[in-house]
């Protein structure tokens, strides 16, 4: 009997051993899921302009131009201030069996800029607004049986009513990130909707930590059923290490949150900057035996802890920040990048030492945090909702960042908040994002709006807290107003930028917080080799205080701005994603890794063409190639030289922004400069892939690339691809821009009194002033308006005392603009026109002969943007 009984638990221990091997091999080897998701960037027509009739199967698109997606209306585009502003629509087919016509099926989108009508077979399937967030329409009732035709009308109009009304990027339109074909059963999990954290982790010192699983699915079935949903976590290795099982009931067309806690994970490894270690969640629901849906959620272990007095904490270790903030575009194909560039740019801010990376100004792509988590940088995501210094009056993007008519408020704020609870809804899972960013200089809006856009922050965070308790809701770009009006208490965390890395008012503020923007230093590569550390200079905020968590600079890469390329030109990698020197000079500091021998004279004799991979290449629209041509002389150093260089593509597949081939030349938009040059090359087909690189007097280089996929290329299908040669886009602008400038920017002083900071005689109050301090002998003040101008007008209130006023481009070299030999003992107004001449400048300063006298009480400058 006691032999039978070993037996039976011998069986039973063999069998549940033989369902572990099962479900384990079934997880990682191949077991078929219900889900279906297809990539569908290839084999899509566009033209631009609104085309009524392209919904319609039956409209001829044969002369529209052939594109994969990610997508942009501005391709090619190259830094230009100016875009193309209006429609554009993009027509796809998908053919679908009578097997997917029983499934729920969904288009699932990432980004869209920034209104998007989503047509399926004429009618109008769903739609999204909003640019930067992703949204997922469901198209199961609109399809039939062989050929559907998905016609997605688009357009980046500006509106008083969205969010962001401002901005100092471009805001071209397209369908500029993935679109996913979703098939699954009508039982299934919702869109994103799986949300993970480790709720013992600090309690426990890493130690040991349950899961807690949040899943939300969705029974769009006839009938209510019982629903069971195993959820199992895998480590890196995919061997299993915690499961968990919850039954319940799902009524019919409703959905229902299923709350999972698993029983502790011991030891888990621990996600940080040094071993970025990620797990995964299977999700799997089941319907009375049967998989009805499963899905695998990337995350990790950590914990963090902003603090007032000592910083920032990573998993009970002190982490000093150092960060960079990056825009999403590159050369060429704007903001329509791939995976493979969104991976490249977190890897190349890595490799140079950062371990903070602040997505300005506007949540990035699923591909980005994914690269966040993968590299090991913590991750800053930000919601759209920013101003500009010098806003005009409604109709562009460089609008008051809030409403400035009350009929567009409440539409504006359920804008703000809608894409708030997308992002975070989207991004929640990964490891890598330690906050989440309501805003960034949100002050630059009309001052009589100023109650309103605290009211908005206060909702956004408040929002924020619900929908995520686990990370602290930032406010970002906070260093304005001052005194009784200011923003940065009204959240968790505040992010200074500029000159509040100096301003008394933030300095120590009670509250969590980093110096969100430093630098803004504008250059042509090479630049210098140097830091740039512009205001945390002034009182070497640089080195780091105990209270202060850390900082980021203004920025990883130069990118397309509204303003021109004084602010488009202040990364320390230029747009192409050549590094400038001071890139090399953070790699050295923060890494560790000396510099290289610096471009030189001498005789170029040769090209180099070298890509960042070679094989192996996706065609799938998530992928490209970063090729780089190197001018070098005969004992092949580079060359400081900029010949004009042409890359062709001699045969095989894929293509430039501007088409089959591209052109470098000095001082054009597409540039060659200090013997280097680069762009991105993609293939939505398959096959080998020769490229020449030529220039006049030098031997040339070829590149061979190898593309994979499903679709193979042939020497007939180039008709597929259109020559896009570049011209650069000029708006149309029917009277002179100029604009105002001083309030809420940029604001030093060699000192200041303690109830008059600098910052007084920029916040459009005429009864407040700066004044120096008494020991100041030298004393100045000076405005930033970070933005290169044509100025047309200087007016300054509250003057005393022999002055002079000067103004620069780059703080180097300045120009006397005034000069009062003799003291103004009564404080005076001074008006000065230069409407006359081509006065131009960044900086505006006045100089004091005696200290006695130096103070301003406002300063208002006019200027058209350059």
Known sequence: MIFLNQLRLLKILSTALLLLVWSNSCLLYGQVSPRETILINSGWKYA???????????????????????????????????????????????????EDLEKKLFLEFEGVFQEAEIFVNGKLAGSHTGGYTGF??????????????????????????VAPRAGEHVFSGGIYRNVHLVKTKHCHIAWYGTFITTPDLEENNGQSTRIKIETEIINECRESGIYRLLTHILDRNGNRVAEVETTDTIAAGSDRKFVQFTSPVYQPDLWSPQHPCLYRAVSMV??????????????????????????????????????????????????????????????????????????????????FSQACDEAGILFWSEAPFWGIGGFKTDGYWDSSAYPVNKEHEAAFEKSALTQLQEMIRIHRNHPSIVAWSMCNEVFFSSPEVMPQVQRLLRRMVNLTHQLDPTRPAAIGGAQRPLAEARIDLTGDLAGYNGDGATQPDFQNPGIPNLVSEYGSVTADRPGEYAPGWGDLQRNEGWKGFPWRCGQAIWCGFDHGSIAGNTLGKMGIVDYFRIPKRSWYWYRNQYAGTAPPAWP?????????????????????????????????????????????????????????????????????????????????????????????????????????????????????????????????????????????????????????????????????????????????????????????????????????????????DDQKEWKTLKKESQTLVKKSSVRLDFSGSETTGRFIRICFKDKNYATVSEVSVKGIVR
């Open 48 to 98: 631009q302009g609104d085309v009524h009739a392209a919904r319609y199967n039956n409209f001829n698109d044969t002369a529209w131009e052939n594109i994969g997606l990610p997508h942009s209306f501005s391709i090619p585009y190259f830094m230009s201030k100016d875009f193309y502003v209006g429609y554009g629509w993009y027509r796809k087919h998908l053919s679908l069996t009578p």
């Open 136 to 161: 997922s329409v469901d198209i199961s009732s609109y399809v039939r049986k062989g050929d559907n035709l998905i016609a997605i009308k688009v357009n980046n109009l500006w509106r008083p009513d």
């Open 286 to 367: 089941y319907h009375n035996g049967e998989l009805t849906d499963s899905i695998q959620t990337s995350f990790g272990f950590r914990w963090f802890k902003w603090t007032a007095d000592k910083g920032f904490f990573l998993n009970g270790m002190h982490l000093y920040i150092k960060g960079v903030n990056v825009h999403q575009d590159q050369a060429g194909w704007g903001d329509a990048v791939t995976e493979a560039a969104s991976r490249r740019d977190v890897n190349m801010m890595k490799e140079a030492g950062f371990n903070l990376i602040r997505g300005s100004h506007y949540p990035h792509s699923p591909a």
């Open 600 to 808: 030189a004279e001498g005789t170029p004799v040769y090209l180099k063409l070298k890509g960042s991979k070679t094989e192996k290449i996706k065609t799938d629209g998530t992928d490209d190639v970063l090729l780089g041509i190197t001018v070098c002389d005969s004992a092949g150093r580079t060359v400081a030289c900029a010949p004009a260089v042409e890359l062709k593509v001699l045969s095989g597949p894929g293509e430039f922004p501007t088409g089959r081939s591209i052109r470098f030349e000095k001082d054009s938009d597409i540039r060659i400069m200090d013997g280097q040059a680069a762009i991105s090359f993609r293939s939505y087909f398959a096959g080998k892939t020769v490229i020449e690189a030529s220039s006049d007097g030098l031997k040339g280089a070829r590149i061979e690339l190898e593309f994979e996929g499903n679709e193979t290329f042939r020497e007939d299908q180039n008709s597929s691809y259109t020559n896009r040669p570049y011209t650069r886009f000029v708006r149309n602008q029917s009277v002179s821009e100029v604009q105002t400038f001083a309030r809420n920017n940029p604001v030093f002083a060699s000192s200041h009194k303690a109830e008059h900071v600098p910052g007084m005689a920029a916040d459009g109050n005429a009864q407040t002033c700066w004044q120096a301090a008494d020991e100041d002998y030298a004393p100045y003040w000076m405005l930033d308006t970070e933005k290169l101008l044509t100025i047309k007008e200087i007016q300054i209130d509250g003057l005393q005392g022999e002055y002079v006023l000067e103004v620069s």
